[in-house]
């Protein structure tokens, strides 16, 4: 009997001691971190689930807005740079130069024949001891500047006030430099410079080219009297060094005349910048004609093609039903919709001729979004249209690369919410957002964490004090058994 009831005495103790941890080796510290991490676990998986997704989701559209970005500036370059535009040839180089206006396309061929080139009015003062001696000083009172027409010592002064009698005021003891600052401050279409000749310091005026930039000076002090310079009482010779004029030239057979050496319009589609007369008895005409595009077309079209397809693969890959990260983005959506309509989209609205779309130049878009290029339909477009299709590469309102651009600058504009732009912007917001809240929650978890830390600090305490008391009781349950035994 009495055995039986120290045994069960001492299973109690064994099953107490057991319950409260005594000699268990819990890890206090860990348990609490272990029940924190329990209590949050599900919240933290799923902002981390979020978390990744966003993350891929920016990486997907930003891919898509870098490659959209790099399509727009590679066709601008092309287009900026000309070779897909008839540039202008000039059988005598050294006569003349061209560029395009832009304002239509050129084609043909032209003869150009320069007499004589437009001069600027140039000026030379009086010589002075040095540009900068303070003992040869001009000044102090006011250079009066006038424009017009000379003709021997004739002087028509300009119909407009504003280019008559302008004053340059010259402070008092003022060296040739700083006339020549101050001639120039006042922006007026004539310039100065101090030239140091073998006579001494010359100041030199210069006007704008054209018969009509002709310039007299007049000066209200006797100390400015070396600057002045008046046709009708100064001889021409000592102190005009070059007399304004006008360009004289033809352009088949027609005599045309210019103010400027650069010409805009003279050939249609052109801007010549005439260098130098034409030579020879009689004077040899340059011929003008224009580079044949159609290879580089027709290359550039294969480029495009293939440019387009890449971005159209990464967009086909990006939305797929099942793995795309932006399968269920709105802005992605937009951007193939706007892909799909890019083949037949009207590039050239004011086109009359065969050339007004993509598709004209032989581009078809597939079933799956990709691109195919119709080269058949491409050379026949060229054939009836060379112009127009060559009117399609150039920089203006309208255009391919007008087109381009506008497509990437819809798409990746961050205003609209309907755009990839946009999706960017959302996404963005939302993982900052997540961010937020997993600091939130790391911040409750840690609160939970030394929260329980302590409170088991505590139990643990009591544990202690419990073991010390079951000892005793353990200690006294053996005396007592060793005694009725």
Do not use: C, H
Request: charged share 15%; no cysteine.
């Amino acid at each position: 009997m009495t055995t039986t009831t120290s045994t069960t005495s001492t299973s109690a103790t064994q099953s107490l001691v057991s319950q409260l941890g005594a000699g268990s080796g819990i890890d206090m510290a860990a348990l609490a971190t272990n029940l924190a991490n329990a209590q949050f676990a599900s919240k933290v998986d799923r902002l981390t689930a979020k978390s990744e997704t966003l993350t891929a989701q920016i990486s997907a559209a930003s891919n898509m807005k870098a490659m959209l970005l790099n399509f727009s500036t590679s066709v601008g370059d092309l287009v900026r740079t000309g070779g897909l535009s008839p540039q202008p040839q000039f059988s005598g180089a050294s006569v003349a130069s061209g560029a395009l206006s832009g304002t239509r396309t050129p084609s043909g061929s032209y003869s150009l024949e320069v007499t004589t080139l437009a001069k600027s009015q140039t000026l030379a003062s009086a010589a002075y001891t040095s540009p900068t001696a303070t003992t040869d000083v001009v000044g102090p009172g006011t250079l009066k500047l006038s424009f017009g027409t000379i003709s021997g010592t004739n002087f028509a002064p300009d119909a407009d006030p504003k280019r008559v009698g302008i004053a340059i005021p010259i402070a008092a003891n003022a060296t040739l430099n700083d006339v020549a600052n101050a001639v120039n401050a006042q922006k007026t279409g004539v310039t100065a410079y101090v030239a140091q000749t073998s006579a001494g310091a010359q100041l030199v005026f210069k006007g704008a080219e054209g018969a009509a930039n002709g310039f007299k000076i007049e000066a209200d002090t006797s100390g400015l009297g070396k600057l002045a310079w008046d046709p009708a009482t100064s001889p021409t010779t000592d102190r005009l060094i070059a007399n304004a004029g006008d360009a004289s030239f033809k352009v088949d057979g027609l005599v045309r005349t210019s103010t400027s050496n650069t010409v805009s319009e003279a050939i249609p589609g052109v801007t010549l910048k005439l260098t130098a007369v034409s030579t020879g008895t009689p004077p040899v005409p340059t011929t003008v004609t224009f580079t044949d595009t159609s290879a580089a077309l027709s290359t550039t079209m294969n480029d495009l093609t293939g440019a387009l397809n890449e971005i159209a693969s990464a967009l086909n890959a990006a939305t797929d039903p099942t793995s795309g990260d932006l399968r269920a983005d709105s802005g992605a959506r937009a951007l193939k919709k706007a892909f799909g309509q890019l083949a037949g989209s009207t590039v050239m609205p004011n086109a009359t001729g065969a050339a007004k779309t993509l598709a004209d130049l032989g581009l078809s878009t597939q079933r799956d979004g990709t691109f195919v290029l119709d080269t058949n339909r491409l050379k026949a477009t060229l054939a009836k249209d060379p112009d127009g299709v060559a009117s399609m590469f150039t920089t203006g309102l309208y255009g391919v690369y007008a087109t381009v651009d506008k497509l990437y600058r819809n798409a990746t504009a961050a205003s609209d919410p309907g755009s990839l732009g946009g999706s960017i912007t959302r996404f963005t917001k939302q993982l900052s957002q997540v961010k937020e809240d997993q600091t939130t929650v790391a911040e409750k978890q840690e609160t939970l964490r030394a929260n329980l830390t302590a409170r088991f600090a505590v139990s643990d305490s009591r544990i202690s004090a419990s073991q010390s008391t079951l000892s005793f009781i353990q200690n006294q349950i053996a005396a007592w058994n060793k005694s009725d035994s």
